[in-house]
């Protein structure tokens, strides 16, 4: 300081003339000299702190991440505060009328009661017992709601929701189990809702807790394990009993929804079936207390993106993110690993297991035939609908549909674009069932150290060998899915199948593993009883997948992943490694809607009494404007639960009417023509 305080004197105190200083002058020279050294050492600091400043103010990884996560929130916040603030009619602007008031005002009222039965990840999930890093989180949710936990004990979360790799069921020390009544699926998220729409707009016409209810379960585990660990079956036998006798003996409607249909469809079979693996309802206990199934966007033959759930955890959005922010997922300086988190704990819910493909390469196709052979993709150019009393025969085949050359989606995972449109004779020969086996099992990568995900357990040669396959249809999915995940597969053989019976009499199909497979179990004997297909068309949805072999021998490291490069020509059905097909952007139509156009269609050997069938396809429409909302007229897997169209459906059925009174089939896709390319015994 006090150098500067010199410098300063110096440069604005005159100085004197040298004719009057004689000898000191020299010595002021000097002392010049000596300022001058001082000042360019102050100089160099201030301009090396200037520029360490500089430098501190530079963002990392980590800021840039914090920013775009605080961002996104605080529009998120300022979007619902606004969305909450602003009058319900605007000027101008006119509201679309709920279905509910409507049709109120023609006359409808609450007849049969109904019970809303929830699918996979849609409902709560609260604690009851945990770890030291759970105090004070008792009965608050872990699943479904603010989701605030995650940020705030991220590990403790995921330790939490994983499920015992051998059992199936719970982890010593840990309880989760499912919120329970209407408002376990309510909402997903803050301004996300899933049942709320259509409960609400049940309660318009006289539906209260007395005659609706919500059959919460815990979606994670194996459907006979909600049996055994939380008597959730038996809850709903008798919950749907106590609804029958206080409505005057009114029969029920049940709403299933995704995999909440499959889920439904083991009960069928369950409450009939004697004890101790049955319920013992007995037969007909289905006809007196069931008028109608109807089911919500029903994943009845599985869906493909189940496949790369398990096999790379990826589904047609990661590659996406890959792209665009590659540090988001896999990070190495922010340790993220996101993936590799969610495997570990996915690969413990047995639930996922339900939703592979059923039916093998007759239902999904081989190498060289699919179903949805010689459809395009523009999904959204479809003419009318067809409309019939429960008659398909009136429907056009082809409709709206622009002819390509044949995608071969039979191989529902391919390694490279190549792989996937080569003829079959030029791929090479699979391995069999047992050598994968062995390959994936006897060699073991040590080096790992701690195992995150069974990869880790496998050799680098071991996973070359995988994808040198080239390609896998639905017959040789499942063995490589034992070669990979070892420990969920083991667990998947004694809870589902997914194969086609030859003989539904064989009394090997009395067990509860084939229940949910609609090509293994027979409907039961209720000849009045009605089942509908209800879900949305027009939208790209996950039919196959080209991967590419990661070249990284890193440990926690997921070795493949769905490769975003390989795109086809405009207006290909292959968009950043996935092949897409029509559906409801999460189940492809030819799953949802088959049973119901060919399966169970009239009497069928899976249909034995005749039951009637209906399908009912919504035509995805996007919204006009904001102000329209975002789900009137959708036809997306989840939103399709606020579609106007289908809550008016429910409703009149819930309120006496059949599917012949609602105009029977509506159908917008080209489901006929798939069900008559499958060639299955009915």
Known sequence: MASILRFRKLCYVEPVRSSSLGFRSFETLKVDN?????????????????????QSKEWRCIDHCCWIIGYMFTTWWLLLFLYHCLPTTLPGFRVLESPGTRLKREGLTALHPVVLVPGIVTGGLELWEGRPCADGLFRKRLWVGSFAEI???????????????????DPPGIRVRAVPGLVAANHFAPGYFVWAVLIENLAKIGYEGKNLHMAAYDWRLSFQNTEIRDKALSRLKSKIELMYVTNGYKKVVVVPHSMGVIY???????????????GGGGPGWCAKHIKA???????????????????????????FIRAMAPGVLDSEILRLRTVEHFMRVSRTWDSTISLLPKGGETIWGNLDWSPEEGNGCDFE?????????????????????????????????????AASQLPSSQLPTHDSKESLHKSASTNFNSSCGEVWTEYDEMSRESIRKISENKAYTAATLFDLLCSVAPKMMRRAKNHFSHGISDNLDDPKYSHYKYWSNPLETKLPNAPDMEIYCLYGVGIPTERAYVYKLEPSD???????????????????????????????????VHSAGFMCAKGWRGRTRFNPSGMATYIREYRHKRPASLLEGRVTKSGAHVNIIGNVALIEDILRVAAGATGAEIEGDKIYSDIIRMSERINLRI
């Not at 403790?156 to 051998?166: D, I, K, Q, V």
């Not at 439904?264 to 049955?278: A, C, D, N, R, T």
């Open 293 to 319: 199934i109807m089911n919500i966007a029903p994943a009845f033959l599985g869906v493909p993106k189940a496949v790369s759930n398990i096999f790379s955890a990826e589904g047609k959005d990661v590659p």
């Open 264 to 278: 439904f469809l083991h009960f069928l079979k369950w409450v009939e079936s004697p004890p101790p693996m049955g």
């Open 381 to 417: 150019k479809k003419g009318e609908p067809s409309m019939s009393d429960n008659n398909l025969n009136h429907s056009n085949g082809r409709r709206g549909f622009k002819v390509k050359d044949p995608v071969k989606y039979g191989r529902i995972i391919s390694f490279g674009k």
């Open 554 to 588: 890193k440990c926690k490291n997921i070795p493949f992943r769905i490769d975003s490069s390989a795109v086809g020509d405009s207006g290909s059905c292959l968009k950043s490694g996935v092949y897409f097909v029509d559906g409801d952007e999460s189940v492809p």
């Open 151 to 169: 940020f705030k004990r991220p590990w403790c979360w995921t330790e939490h929701l994983s499920l015992h790799n051998e059992t199936g069921l």
């Open 34 to 54: 000596k300022e001058e050294s001082v000042v360019s050492k102050v100089k160099n600091k201030l301009l090396e702190k200037k520029k360490n400043t500089r």
